[in-house]
């Protein structure tokens, strides 16, 4: 009968799982491999999140040591009906239409940490000469595209 190579529990005819490990074992590693990735997936989000944005081109106190390439990130948002009608009646009638506002300030969000990760992913642990562009597309139904454009570059830590 064989032995399981982790514990050398016995296993029947049905315990042998892929490897030739019992099924706790088996268990065992793959909890630790999704642990594993976890980790790595948390560390790779720290990094990203640790990349430094700047509008200014020769940022002031900070010592850029390469200059990589120029990165970009394009986001494009809808606006849903609701969020067009009320906006339509503040058009007409005056005020702010928070929708819109919340819509603009998530896309910047998302267009902004996309273009953090563009830069993670050559290499570059900032972001210089950062520009936001919105463009209305209306031909698509009302949809906003944002694009962030910037020159990915190695400073000193």
């Known amino acids: 009968m064989a032995k399981c190579p982790s514990c050398g529990k016995k296993l029947g005819l049905f315990d042998d799982y892929e490897g030739g490990v019992c099924k706790a074992c088996y268990h065992a590693a793959a909890e630790e491999k999704a642990q594993h990735v976890y980790a790595e997936q948390n560390q790779r989000d720290a990094d ?23 990165v970009t990130a394009e986001c494009a948002f809808g606006m849903n009906i609701f969020k067009d009608l009320f906006a339509g009646v503040r058009d007409i009638v005056g005020g702010r239409s928070e929708a819109v506002q919340k819509t603009l300030r998530d896309s910047r969000r998302v267009a902004l940490y996309e273009l953090k990760r563009e830069a993670y992913e050559v290499g570059a642990n900032a972001v210089v000469g950062v520009d936001l562009d919105y463009v209305e597309l209306v031909a698509a139904g009302n949809m906003v595209l944002l694009v962030a454009s910037g020159t990915a570059v190695r400073i000193e830590e």
């Open 48 to 70: 990203i999140d640790a990349v430094t944005l700047t509008t200014e081109t020769y940022p002031e106190g900070l010592k850029i040591t390469k200059r990589i390439e120029v």
